[in-house]
Structure formats: C-alpha cells, structure tokens
C-alpha cells in the first residue's frame, strides 16, 4: 500500500467526521461531492504544476498520473502501477525518487539518473488555506442543510 501523506492538520477532524455518520446517506454524499469538486479546483492543478514544475523528465507523467478521490475531504492519489515510462517503471515508482533524488527511502537504491531530486513535493503545498476554507464552507452548508430534516 502506497504512503499516505496530509497537507494540513485539522483539530477535531475525526469528531468532526465521526459526527456526520449520524446524517443521513444523502449528506455524506452532498459531501464527497463538494469535496471532488475542491480537490479539482484547487488541489490537482496545484500538484499537477508542481511535479511538471520540479520532477524533472519523470514530472509530465507523474503529472498525468493525478487523480481526484471521491472522499469527505478533498484528496488527490498521485502515481498509478501502470507501466508508463521507458523501461519499465511507473508514476509511482518515480514519484520518491524524483523528489528527494539518490537518498532514497530506507536504504533503498535508487539510480544516479535522480541525481539530487527536485524537491517538487514541497512546492505544491500553496493550495491549502484557499481549500481549506472551501471546505468549511461546504461542510456548514451540508450540516445546515441536513440538520433541519
């Protein structure tokens, strides 16, 4: 399984998400939905520049490998397991190593064609606060909506 990473900390999240499990269905929905549309607005293009940006050769597609989750909170996946690139290797494969370079991860080897990476991962960090209040939005106009019925 694939690292899972955040862009922001959110106190209270998990009540926060834990209390919509007692709206109905439709809520969760209306959610995702919002969430989708967010992560496509604001979160993909972010990561999308930032790989064809800063991960040099590998950057267009890893770029082309970004895809938006349908999930309460707005989530990009980054990377895929199809081969796509010239020798075998895919987005996933790239996506550690064309950012932090031959230092690789955990001892791993990694290829001196890395070199010392681009450190494009950090860069695509500029979308959060715009999201984050988007969010809020959507999820009080979900609870507003939902809580009168």
């Known amino acids: 399984m ?3 990473s955040t862009d922001a900390y ?3 999240l998990n009540d926060v998400l834990r209390g919509l499990t007692r709206f109905p269905k439709e809520a969760a929905a209306d959610l995702r939905t919002a969430s989708g549309v967010i992560a496509e607005r604001h979160m993909a293009p972010a990561w999308r520049a930032a790989a064809l940006n800063g991960a040099g050769p590998w950057g267009p597609t ?5 895809r ?3 999930d309460r909170l707005p989530s990009v996946n980054i990377g895929s397991q199809r ?3 010239r020798g075998g290797a895919s987005p996933t494969m790239v996506r550690y190593p064309s950012d932090k370079g ?3 991860r955990g001892g791993q080897h990694v290829p ?3 070199g010392e990476g681009g ?3 950090g860069q695509a960090k500029g979308y959060v606060p715009a999201a984050l209040r988007e969010w809020g939005q959507a999820l009080d106009a979900v609870v507003n909506k939902w809580s009168v019925m």
């Open 2 to 4: 694939a690292a899972r």
């Open 10 to 12: 959110i106190v209270g």
């Open 62 to 66: 890893i770029a082309d490998s970004v």
């Open 68 to 70: 938006v989750k349908r």
């Open 83 to 85: 081969k796509k690139l």
């Open 102 to 104: 031959q230092s690789g």
């Open 112 to 114: 001196t064609a890395f």
């Open 119 to 121: 450190d494009w991962i």
